[in-house]
């Protein structure tokens, strides 16, 4: 799809070595709870040290318990969003979280193109953590035609896995099975995550087109989870716009995941948020909340 009348000038982009900064850039959809989406990579980007910058692929209303509503950006907004924010401010590394529609990830995987970019994370959104769909059935093929192409990381949990890959995922080998055939559909690194797996730890398997190699993590008995994988793939985007390499900034990922996990409090009646800046200088909220009494309103 061509988009007349939007030229790219790449001398445009802010190149003062002197007062350069790394950073990031997030396409996804915005979660008004805060917990997961544009909102968790954005503060995920910060609490790395990355100037954060956000495109909107669609605004849904949710909360810790359901999503309650979602409506889908205009395919042009999502260009001119793009292209604005790349030829003023550019960015060292992008990932991709939901995007709903095989509209949306066309006109996303064109400007990706278009403006070079290869620190590519995408994170296959399919569903939220309350059980609602978040990509239509029909853009799982154009995802895989379109966007994994260009990603340097591709970061499914397991069910998301299993359906870019067509193949049940049962035990290690047809695990690695899985990858193999991901890996081949174009990214350079394939990340399928444990979470969703029934064990003490949470291992997480990465190829490299070659290679397997895994990592774990304690499994943090926690139910405020949500946004675990927009945060995890935001870390990962974050550590490469500092210009580490894959499996570093992988494995940096998944240290900050686990913190954020071990370090998280309730927020909602349902799946709480992990804690972003667990590892930054701040008031505790929770202490900060003892004696205050509390309110839902003015």
Not at 237 to 254: D, F, H, M, Q, V
Request: charged share 20%.
């Amino acid at each position: 799809m061509q988009y007349p009348n939007m030229t790219i000038d790449q001398t445009a982009v802010q190149t003062d070595s002197a007062v350069r900064v790394p950073r990031a850039m997030t396409i996804a959809g915005s979660d008004s709870g805060a917990g997961a989406g544009i909102q968790a990579d954005l503060k995920t980007f910060a609490a790395h040290g990355i100037y954060g910058t956000s495109v909107l692929t669609a605004v849904t209303a949710q909360n810790t318990t359901s999503v309650l509503a979602i409506a889908e950006v205009p395919e042009e907004v999502i260009v001119h969003q793009i292209d604005g924010v790349m030829e003023d401010i550019g960015a060292d590394a992008i990932k991709t979280g939901m995007l709903s529609a095989a509209s949306i990830i066309e006109v996303v995987a064109d400007r990706i193109e278009a403006w070079g970019i290869t620190n590519l994370v995408v994170d296959p959104v399919m569903v939220a953590k309350s059980g609602d769909a978040l990509l239509q059935p029909s853009a799982v093929r154009t995802l895989v035609k379109l966007l994994l192409p260009l990603a340097l990381v591709v970061t499914p949990n397991i069910p998301e896995a299993e359906v870019l890959s067509g193949k049940r995922i049962v035990d290690q080998s047809s695990e690695e099975e899985a990858a193999r055939f991901i890996g081949g559909l174009g990214p350079r690194f394939v990340v399928i995550k444990g979470g969703h797996r029934d064990s003490d730890d949470a291992t997480d398997l990465i190829y490299d087109g070659q290679s397997f190699e895994r990592i774990s993590g304690p499994r943090i008995g926690t139910v405020n989870t949500h946004g675990t994988g927009c945060t995890y793939s935001a870390a990962i985007t974050a550590n490469l716009a500092l210009r580490l390499e894959p499996l570093a900034a992988i494995a940096r990922a998944k240290e900050y995941l686990s913190g954020a996990l071990r370090e998280s409090f309730p927020i909602g009646a349902g799946h709480s948020p992990v804690n972003h800046f667990y590892a930054v200088p701040q008031v505790d909220p929770r202490a900060a909340a003892v004696g205050s009494g509390g309110s839902h309103g003015s």
